[in-house]
């Protein structure tokens, strides 16, 4: 591994290892105050106060729907929680800390409005889409968090310094993690019983196809060389089996 900013910084990340202890501090903490928002919009009074500054008289409140919206909040909020103070090794700026605040704020509480019937009303009760979308938020979080552990535990091995994990996981594909985002993403959608929302795991899809993936990918061909081109040529990019 280099020393050159363009080797340490691809796709906006700057991948220079450091501890940056106060700036997860506080976007673990801006992230909690979003779900703590939620429980407000959910438990609270939150629907029908937001609903009235938007100039709607009556909100037909869906609170079963809500709740299961900020259980998977608070899931989110737990796996960001694991990322941030064991996973991630990383500098975190401050523009990033803030940035990725502001929208985990905007989809987190958006979500729940729409869930709790703030524009249209949410299917009242479950069904079979809902156990479909549940699984999509459950496969996606193992498939996110679940192959970065299996990566640090790899890493952690002395004799694997320097070397290209391309085992567990990430043998499936290279950017397994965020493909199971994007799964996440589409069942926390599904889940609010509004199909427009699932504008935001597409946008999430091709910012990881366009942007991530290829700075990425430039990064890690040029501190692996040789490995990395090998795994790239064996290994399907971001969905597994297919791309």
Known sequence: MTDSTNT????GIDRTHDASTVPKIAFCLFH???????????????????????????????????SLLLGVAALYWVRHAVTLFYLLVRKVA????????????FFEVGLCLVAMGL???????????????????LSGSFLNT????????????????????????????MHINYFG?????????????????LSLPLFMALSFVCFHIPGLDAYLAERYGE?????????????????
Do not use: M
């Open 119 to 137: 524009w249209g009303t949410a299917p009242s009760t479950f069904g079979l889409l809902d156990g479909f979308a549940l699984g999509l938020v």
């Open 94 to 105: 401050w523009g990033e800390v803030l940035g990725l605040s502001c929208f985990i704020l």
């Open 227 to 243: 490995d990395f081109q090998a795994y790239s040529r064996t290994t399907k990019k971001f969905i597994p089996f297919i791309y």
């Open 181 to 197: 985002d994007t799964l996440l993403f589409t069942g926390w959608c599904l889940l609010t019983g509004a199909w427009w929302t």
């Open 146 to 173: 679940g192959s970065e552990v299996q990566r640090k535990w790899w890493k952690r091995d002395p004799n694997n310094e320097g070397r290209c994990y391309t085992g567990g996981l990430f043998a499936w594909s």
């Open 8 to 11: 340490n910084k691809n796709a």
């Open 32 to 66: 909690f105050l979003s779900l703590l928002l939620c429980v407000w919009i959910v438990r609270g009074e939150g629907t029908t106060l937001i609903g009235a500054w938007l100039g709607q008289e009556r909100v037909s409140q869906n609170v079963h729907r809500g």
